[in-house]
């Protein structure tokens, strides 16, 4: 995934950028980087490697130097940005969130049309912000050229791109990420969440539609490219990924939360002690679920922070999943001889949850129902990297297909979906035997649709249903 804030400002506006892009830095743990331009001095840019260390203080020092009225900034798992284009167009900025997924079909092309060659980052791929550009200055004009850029790309794009008259803010052609618009005097921003802009004094202004394209001055937001008529804004953004004081369509991210617990309740008969969240996503549903079934919320372990500022996650899979048990510390008071109903946002590849699960059994607790806030992940998702798995097979779901694939079994993936059928049931029974819960009952996608309260042909669900 990752997050961008972008700002156009009569006045200096390092101090905006600054902090932004900082509150977007729960998106993305690699990358991080700011570009501003000035009549004055031009351009100036700095990128930093974040893994280890939060947004803010790798670029305390920058903030002091850097200068200039127009700047973006960007978050990013992966790839280093923005970067900055001489191009046709003229010197330009530019920062992107998404994927591409047709990008080997697309480097042929630009190579056959002549364009000359690419960098290579330091594991060898090509940076997706700088193909992005590429396929911009194909074409004469910039708005020209970023529809083309979007028509594209297979997987999707939104991008901000910043020039000495404006910064062009371009959402994804179908929605999936989101751009809201900010305003206060002398000063207008574009941002991935919404709430970024808040205590820097913006008050919201509206979010871009699908496929639009906006430039951002000090005056305001003026659409360049009206915005298409389809969406498919990213379901999971609400479930896991939104900062919890975001909203995306109008739709708190909070409330939604709470929403989705209470609905996971109303279709459960055990009766446990307690009801607690895996922190910090599940909570806000645990919380729901508490306050719809009446069963007491409670926080058995608590998230280290200290030491762990922001969600540090090495890249090495062995790693994370240490990490992650690392920052959970018991309350053993609370879960010793309990009966606990545990949520979490989801379940990936298992390997965590079933930790947490051992760990709550290793700290006295009696029994542990697991209740994932979304329904279980059978497909990997297409359009925003929000999991870098290298295969489907992963997923704790299709490894669990895989094996009764061994035992002879024909195993049709739209059955494995559907909660009514046999199969969908013999599935879960396998994952909860595996990972050692007592219960395990996931979220329906019909009752998480319903959390959301936007209707289903404007969200995307692929990850669930294979749908698109």
Wanted: net charge neutral; hydrophobic share 35%; aromatic share 10%.
């Amino acid at each position: 995934m990752g997050g961008f804030f972008g700002v156009a400002s009569k006045e200096d506006c390092v101090f905006d950028l600054f902090f932004g892009t900082d509150y977007h830095s729960h998106l993305g743990t690699r990358r991080a980087g700011m570009a501003v331009y000035s009549k004055e001095k031009g351009y100036d840019r700095a990128i930093h490697n974040i893994e280890n260390s939060p947004f803010r203080t790798k670029f305390d020092k920058d903030i002091n130097t850097m200068q200039g009225n127009l700047g973006i900034g960007c978050i990013s798992d992966y790839e280093p940005q923005p970067l900055i284009v001489r191009s046709h167009h003229g010197n330009y900025a530019i920062a992107t969130v998404g994927k591409i997924n047709n990008m080997d079909a697309l480097v042929k092309m630009l190579f056959q049309k002549g364009h000359s060659h690419f960098l290579e980052m330091s594991g060898g791929d090509i940076n997706a912000t700088e193909l992005v550009a590429s396929l911009i200055n194909q074409r004469e004009h910039l708005v020209e050229g970023i529809r083309y850029a979007q028509e594209m790309i297979e997987g999707s794009m939104t991008m901000l791109l910043m020039t000495e008259k404006g910064i062009y803010a371009a959402r994804d052609k179908m929605g999936r990420t989101p751009v809201a618009i900010g305003k206060k005097e002398g000063a207008c921003c574009a941002a991935f969440e919404s709430f970024a802009y808040l205590n820097l004094g913006y008050t919201p202004v509206r979010e871009l539609g699908p496929g639009e394209i906006a430039i951002i001055t000090p005056e305001g937001a003026h659409t360049l490219a009206a915005p298409g008529k389809d969406m498919k804004i990213c379901t999971f953004l609400w479930v896991y990924y939104g900062y919890p004081s975001s909203s995306y369509e109008g739709i708190s991210v909070e409330q939604m939360r709470y929403n989705c617990g209470a609905l996971l309740a109303d279709r459960d008969d055990v009766k446990p002690d307690i009801v607690a969240g895996v922190p910090d996503s599940g909570t806000p549903h645990a919380i729901g679920y508490a306050n719809r079934s009446g069963i007491p919320f409670s926080r058995p372990f608590i998230k280290y922070t200290p030491t762990w500022p922001r969600s540090f996650m090495p890249t090495i899979q062995t790693q994370r999943n240490l990490i992650a048990k690392m920052k959970l510390i018991p309350v053993h008071d609370l879960i010793q001889d309990k009966s606990l109903l545990l949520i979490d946002d989801s379940i990936v590849r298992g390997t965590q949850l079933g930790e947490t699960t051992e760990f709550l059994y290793q700290s006295g607790a009696k029994e542990v129902h697991i209740r994932p806030a979304c329904p279980p992940l059978m497909f990997g998702c297409k359009y925003l990297n929000f999991s870098r798995s290298s295969s489907e097979m992963d997923l704790i779901t299709r490894r669990t297909l895989k094996e009764i694939e061994r035992e002879g079994k024909y195993t049709n993936l739209e059955a494995y979906c559907d909660p009514d059928t046999a199969e969908y049931k013999d599935m879960i029974d396998r994952i909860c035997k595996k990972l050692n819960f007592t219960t395990l009952r996931y979220h329906r996608l019909d009752d998480m649709i319903e959390a959301v309260g936007i209707d289903r042909s404007k969200l995307c669900t692929y990850c669930w249903d294979g749908k698109e």
